[in-house]
């Protein structure tokens, strides 16, 4: 076991600890917080890791000494440091780097991203995210069984559902010809990618090869409401909460926003690359 892991169990006991010292069941102290009762079960059972909001809550919930929630909170701090480090990620498992996405994002209403690369994670299909994670475990020597980290990764997809959250994301037409599957598995995501523009809570924005780029796509980028940045690195993910950085991330997703083509432009442009795929399979 990692120190990242260790640290996460260790957490996971001491929020255990102290919720059945407060006498609440798990699904008694979800309801009051109006969290999904597993979540509670993914924090005690290291599965998620809990950040300075999830423990500043359990801690009132739980009526926790003020002495006890800086300890907490101290401990969130130190887990997250680990997290952003990939080589501390890549040994949590690939499984539980996804559910901590998901935490992330279940606490999220308003999401702006950013791929040059790759196909938006939320957008991925299973086969697609499959191949995906296997050169994740090439490159960083994952671990943890690839089928639990398609599954976190297909029900991270059921926030797309909820009405009450708006997610705008922009890609390139580099992303859609980025071909990291067979041409059988992007003529699937493509096929995905031409369903999901008939969600209402969903824009999807393609930059098409002849448009000019504003700027250059070093990186993606995740905008969670206007409170936090996400920008992956390969060694590191940095995320952010400084009101200069996030305004400024936002500053370049207006720009790139005002350069891509949507509806039934943006279908266009990615059943074009799904006709180039269809002849790729066909030799």
Known sequence: MTSFQQARVEMGIRLRQLRETAGLSGKELAELLDWQPSKVSRLENA??????????AWAAAVRAEPEELAELKERAAAIELRRSDW?????SGLAASQEDVRGQEARATLFRVFEPGVIIGLLQ????????FLTLKREYGATGELDAAVRVRMQRQEILYDASRTFRFIMPEAALRTK?????VMQGQM??????????????????????????????????DNDQVLVPTRSKEVRTSERQDVEFYARVFDEYHKVA?????????????????????QL
Do not use: C
């Not at 080589?87 to 040994?91: D, E, G, L, Q, V």
């Not at 299909?125 to 995906?132: K, M, N, P, Q």
């Not at 523009?197 to 995740?222: A, D, K, M, N, R």
């Open 47 to 56: 599965r998620q890791s809990a950040t300075d909001d999830d423990v500043s």
């Open 87 to 91: 080589r501390h990620w890549a040994h």
């Open 125 to 132: 299909t299973a086969e697609y995210s499959r191949h995906v």
């Open 180 to 184: 990291l599957a067979p041409s059988q």
């Open 191 to 224: 096929d995905r990618l031409l369903a999901v523009t008939t969600l209402p809570t969903i824009e999807l924005g393609i930059i098409p090869f002849e448009q000019q780029h504003p700027s250059v796509p070093l990186t993606g980028f995740w905008l969670f």
């Open 261 to 281: 083509v949507y509806g039934e432009e943006a279908r266009s442009v990615i059943m074009r690359v799904n006709h180039d795929y269809a002849k790729q399979s």
